[in-house]
């Protein structure tokens, strides 16, 4: 690598997070730390029936046997549970607020500043968006429009006061809350997230979209999502998120679940923008997110798209049960990581029902000192006659610090499964450099070129309205330079 | 003086390439080089075009009244100096319109001309790729992905017909091509051709000066060059090879 390849790449390293401002905004916390009265009190606010306080309870036992899993290729001193706040609601939340003209108007300027204004008339067209501050959804739009087509798009916590049959059939149902930790913790402590219900037949008209965003300090996020899509449905979710800098490491653990009966399609995109830390690599958010979907009826399909860029450490495997014959499953990703980011994503696919499928395709970027790995299982189990699984994971390396891994795992119990695995690493090429600059293109502009060149095959599974988004994330992760 | 080339001696690790080498170029002119494998051809090119990997021992090159060692490889590239290349690389995922729409902005920018917009570059792309009889959906394409030899070729000269450049250096551009690629590729070169810019032309056979008029043939030899005069030179290597000027 030449001198000035490794100039511009400190210069990238340099990162400015230009969503790392603090909303200076009163907020309601209880006491620091995880006992039963903490879980009481957040499922007091959120005045929640006995049946939900009892769930959370029975998870927090099971947590209080568990640790923490240890397979990741991450490195982190020890999370302190009881040095964080489970809850935090600006002032003034004990209800949600009817309209816009109630909510707090630092609020609305923090979106606004985040670009994403709460105003339906000047929200993106054709998008609908819940949005939660710390830990409640503070406005939800498009809500009348879509609830003409009977789909159900809502908080969590309203979702639990207003259709208890729906929360009790499917709340953990594809995650049990005994799952692993970050599960049971989730479980107990959750605090806010999206609940959506689309109706048999229903294709829903636009994309519905999430924002998160992490304000208060010393603050846990415990989002919970759960996506019910039934017959013969279809629907398209986008979520995104945002944290102030903050010396301090915070935690993140989400728990999202979704369920696509017969014919239905479910298609989740994510693009994490979580604070990832200064150049030092102090502060930025410990990412421990379970995602998981339930293909259970015959013909359904979940495809599950990331675009990982922040965080100080992301853990994360958005994962398909294909458990209805012929169901697929998809999971695309971009992760990069930069300075001291460290990445452990991938993905699980189960097949279970006959002729299902699944394509997993990651790319994986590396710049700085960052630790990025992909990691996946694929297993088939016994009657899962027919299936089949293609993988294809790339990894790029930019600069001689940084690391990239690849832990592909394969279990398979029926000879008819067919399963094929390519996985390439590759530096930036010196080459294409040289080829892009002797056109006139600076040296930024190059490596932005080429490795959003390098993740097309993903960021082109976006929706429209979020792929250019996207691309000038990743550019900005590269650059550091806008903000 | 358009390009003038003083005294070059250039050395990559710890083998020198380029051995005193001089050369002029005037605006309007087509000088061919021609040499055996191994002479410093290419490395003369890439020395011109910036790339970073050689160690200049002694020397100047004066571009356009700038001394080239002052700009790096963008910068030669916008004040008008284009490579075809040899082997040009593939960048997958890159898509040829975005990529050449910027590329000939970064040019314009730095001339402090105005930027071309989406539509009238499509204009204009699409105009130059017929002239040079390529197809529309190669315009679809990833840059030089999954193209043959003679695509990417012809990419080479589309590109450069596009960016117009003022020296234009081909390097080694007949290799791999089959005749009527060679004939599609040369008509392109002069096309291009005014009285306003200048080509270097490096070529290991005769092949290629059949179809494009040099004004001036030099014989490069073991770094230096040997002997300069007009297309008879290149006749008289056809004929006798190179083994003379050794």
């Not at chain 2, 105005?114 to 499509?122: C, K, P, Q, R, Y």
Request: glycine share 8%; net charge neutral; charged share 25%.
């Amino acid at each position: 690598m030449n001198s000035e390849t490794l100039n511009t790449l400190n210069s990238y390293s340099k990162n400015k997070y230009k969503y790392g401002f603090v909303t200076e905004i009163d907020d309601e916390k209880p006491r620091k730390g995880l006992n039963e009265d903490t879980i009481k009190f957040i499922s007091q606010k959120k005045n929640e029936p006995q049946w939900m306080l009892d769930w959370r309870l029975k998870a927090y036992s099971k947590w209080k046997k568990m640790k923490e899993p240890k397979w990741a290729n991450l490195s982190f001193p020890e999370i302190d549970y009881q040095d964080i706040y489970y809850y935090s609601a600006p002032k003034g939340f004990e209800k949600k607020p009817k309209d816009l003209s109630e909510v707090d108007p630092k609020l609305i300027e923090t979106y606004n500043k985040l670009g994403i204004p709460l105003e339906e008339q000047k929200v993106l067209a054709g998008v609908a968006v819940d949005v939660v501050f710390d830990s409640v959804s503070v406005a939800t739009t498009y809500k009348g429009e879509l609830e003409k087509l009977g789909i159900i798009f809502c908080s969590i916590g309203e979702a639990i006061q207003k259709h208890p049959d729906l929360i009790k059939k499917y709340l953990g149902s594809v995650i049990p809350p005994g799952d692993h930790s970050f599960s049971a913790l989730n479980s107990a402590v959750f605090t806010d997230g999206s609940f959506v219900y689309i109706p048999e037949g229903v294709k829903c008209p636009m994309e519905l979209s999430t924002y998160f965003r992490i304000n208060a300090e010393n603050t846990g996020q415990f989002e919970r999502t759960l996506i019910i899509a039934d017959k013969g449905s279809y629907v398209s979710y986008l979520e995104g998120c945002t944290a102030p800098k903050r010396d301090d490491n915070q935690l993140h653990a989400a728990n999202v679940e979704l369920i696509a009966l017969e014919d239905a399609e479910i298609k989740y995109s994510t693009v994490q923008n979580w604070y990832p830390g200064d150049e030092d690599g102090k502060g930025g958010i410990y990412n421990f997110v379970t995602k998981r979907g339930l293909c259970a009826g015959k013909n359904s399909k979940i495809s599950w798209t990331q675009v990982e860029t922040g965080s100080a450490i992301t853990w994360k495997y958005p994962s398909c049960i294909l458990k209805g014959d012929n169901s697929i499953g998809e999971f695309y990703s971009v992760a990069i990581t930069n300075n001291f980011q460290q990445a452990d994503t991938g993905t699980k696919m189960t097949h279970i029902g006959k002729n299902t499928k699944s394509k997993i395709i990651s790319k994986g970027i590396s710049l700085g000192k960052s630790q990025n790995t992909y990691r996946g299982e694929v297993s088939f189990l016994r009657k899962a006659n027919k299936a089949r699984n293609y993988t294809q994971c790339d990894s790029l390396l930019v600069g001689n610090q940084c690391g990239a891994h690849t832990v592909p795992y394969i279990d398979s119990k029926n000879n008819t499964a067919v399963i094929e695995h390519e996985a390439s690493t590759s530096k930036i090429n010196e080459d294409q450099l040289y080829y892009c600059r002797q056109r006139g293109l600076s040296h930024e502009e190059a490596v932005s070129l080429i490795v959003n060149g390098f993740c097309k095959q993903v960021l082109q599974e976006l929706p429209m309205e979020f792929a250019v988004e996207a691309q000038k994330l990743v550019s900005i992760s590269l650059e550091g330079s806008v903000g | 003086m358009f390009l003038e080339i003083k005294d070059l001696s250039v050395k990559i690790e710890n083998k020198n390439i380029l051995k005193s080498l001089n050369l002029n170029i005037n605006k309007g002119e087509v000088h061919a080089i021609m040499g055996p494998n191994g002479s410093g051809k290419s490395t003369l090119a890439n020395v011109l075009a910036g790339k970073e990997d050689y160690e200049i021992l002694n020397g100047r090159i004066n571009f356009k009244d700038n001394d080239l060692f002052d700009l790096n490889i963008e910068e030669r590239a916008q004040e008008g100096m284009f490579l075809a290349f040899q082997y040009p690389v593939e960048i997958p995922g890159v898509n040829i319109t975005p990529f050449l729409h910027s590329a000939i902005n970064s040019k314009r920018k730095r001339m402090n001309e105005e930027e071309i917009d989406n539509l009238s570059f499509a204009k204009l792309l699409k105009s130059k790729a017929s002239d040079l009889g390529i197809n529309i959906d190669m315009l679809k394409r990833s840059v030089n992905t999954g193209f043959s030899g003679g695509e990417k070729k012809r990419y080479e000269i589309l590109q450069m017909s596009i960016l117009n450049p003022d020296l234009a250096i081909l390097d080694e551009t007949d290799s791999g091509l089959d005749i009527d690629a060679l004939k599609i590729v040369t008509d392109g070169v002069n096309k291009l051709k005014t009285n306003d810019n200048s080509f270097l032309i490096i070529t290991h056979y005769q092949k290629l000066l059949d179809y494009i008029k040099p004004d001036y043939v030099h014989v490069m030899v073991n770094g230096s060059i040997v002997k300069s005069g007009g297309s008879e030179i290149a006749a008289e290597i056809e004929k006798d090879g190179f083994q003379k000027f050794q």
